[in-house]
């Protein structure tokens, strides 16, 4: 792969915004959402969590903007972003995993950062992972449980760990015995 084949990495397909004061950003987020539209989510993003039925899953989070495809299978407590959910795309046949959290957020210090997060078709994210801003999860690809998704996922590939890695790049493979 040469350096033009490459994909664009993550942050830059993030928008970044200034900090408007002195303080943090999460400190000033009323100036970067209204506060109503968030509480709605949070509260339609709660409904979504604890719901066993996915139709009623998929028909709530396309009500709070999060693009959902045919038979996406979104599991129990998973999170959307309860700020931007309007920046999720999920596509058909994609599953969530249980206690799954998808970011298109990240307030820091002197800015906030937001970008789209997109779950291609028929992949899949294991329970307990996160999935940063600015992500795409290729189509068939898969994501173990508890992984931190920081970049890309190549369309049919696996990755796992903190952040995570594609299995069977080199030093992936277990050690011979």
């Not at 495809?69 to 407590?77: D, N, Q, T, Y």
């Not at 307030?107 to 899949?124: I, P």
């Not at 190549?154 to 992936?172: H, L, N, S, Y």
């Amino acid at each position: 792969m040469t350096a033009s084949d490459e994909p664009t990495p993550r942050h830059d397909r993030v928008e970044r915004h200034a900090t408007p004061g002195p303080r943090n950003s999460l400190a000033h987020w009323t100036a970067a959402r209204n506060p109503l539209r968030v509480a709605i989510n949070y509260v339609v993003v709660w409904l979504v969590r604890i719901s066993p039925s996915l139709r009623l899953k998929r028909w709530l989070l396309r009500r709070i903007g999060v693009t959902v495809g045919a038979g996406v299978s979104w599991g129990l407590e998973a999170t959307p972003d309860v700020f931007w959910p309007d920046l999720i795309t999920v596509e058909a046949g994609a599953i969530v995993g249980y206690d799954a959290t998808i970011l298109c957020h990240e307030f820091l210090q002197d800015e906030y950062r937001t970008g789209e997060v997109v779950v291609g078709e028929r992949a899949m994210i294991g329970a307990g992972a996160i999935v940063l801003p600015g992500v795409e999860i290729g189509e068939g690809a898969s994501v173990a449980a508890n992984s931190l998704v920081t970049r890309d996922v190549p369309p049919g590939a696996t990755v796992a760990g903190v952040p995570a890695r594609q299995m069977g790049d080199e030093g992936d493979a277990p050690a011979a015995t």
